[in-house]
């Protein structure tokens, strides 16, 4: 069966810091992966996707990147941090091609301080 | 623009009655629906799902059904139990999409 683990799973860094969030899937070979961001009180947002290996699309412009350098493994950065980065992300996979269902790891909790 | 809505931010029912939460959506496009219970500081895990060939899909206590001439799906939950206390999220794709669109989410809860 399929498994998704990210972490850390809380962390609190000072503003200006860097960040780097990692996510690894087991059980399956070149699945979609996923970084979603929920603020207090929103719905969850999309902020980077991958199809492939390298293959990064952004869907928000802001101070994060994404990078895929394994199949299954996706990392989250920041150079430096904002206050408005913090938030609850989410690494997630799916299947490829269309009428995914979408699944999510347990979650990352960063404050900015 | 907010493709998929939910325009309910919460829900509160008693244990045993039926919860119904409720999504509309803009995108005609869109083809393949699900929804998706999220407990707080977990991510969300998936509950049931629907594509646009069909206008019901039951699994167990959870059915999912969809109108698609007025582009409004929902949840219906019977009955609904304590533990289904959780932020349910709407979400939608195209047939070829890589991502799905969510909505905002609707805080149900069940009181014993």
């Known amino acids: 069966s399929q498994t998704i683990h990210q972490w850390p799973a809380t962390l609190v860094q000072p503003v200006g810091s860097p960040l780097s969030l990692e996510c690894t899937v087991e059980?399956?070979?070149?699945?979609?992966l996923y970084w979603y961001r929920q603020a207090a009180g929103r719905g969850l947002q999309l902020l980077f996707y991958?199809?492939?290996?390298?293959?990064i699309s952004s869907e928000v412009p802001q101070n994060l990147s994404a990078s895929r350098p394994q199949d299954r493994q996706f990392i989250l950065s920041s150079k430096k941090l904002l206050l408005s980065d913090s938030g609850f992300y989410l690494c997630?996979?799916?299947?490829?091609?269309?009428?995914?269902?979408?699944?999510f790891g347990e979650g990352s909790w960063l404050t900015v301080v | 623009d907010q493709q998929v809505k939910q325009n309910s931010p919460s829900l509160s029912v008693q244990e045993g009655r039926i919860s119904i939460l409720n999504c509309d959506y803009t995108?005609?496009?869109?083809?393949?629906f699900l929804w998706y219970k999220k407990y707080p500081a977990e991510g969300p895990t998936f509950l049931i799902s629907?594509?646009?060939?069909?206008d019901k899909n039951e699994d167990g206590r959870f059915t999912v059904f969809l109108n698609k001439s007025a582009k409004h799906l929902s949840l219906h939950i019977v009955p609904s139990q304590p533990g289904d206390s959780a932020v349910y999220f709407c979400?939608?794709?195209?047939?070829?999409?890589?991502?799905?669109?969510f909505g905002k989410g609707t805080m149900l809860l069940v009181s014993p």
């Open positions: 997630a996979w799916s299947t490829t091609g269309g009428r995914n269902t979408i699944y």
């Open positions: 059980g399956t070979s070149n699945p979609n």
């Open positions: 991958s199809v492939g290996i390298g293959q």
């Open positions: 995108n005609s496009m869109f083809d393949y």
């Open positions: 629907i594509s646009s060939i069909k």
């Open positions: 979400a939608a794709s195209g047939t070829w999409e890589s991502t799905l669109t």
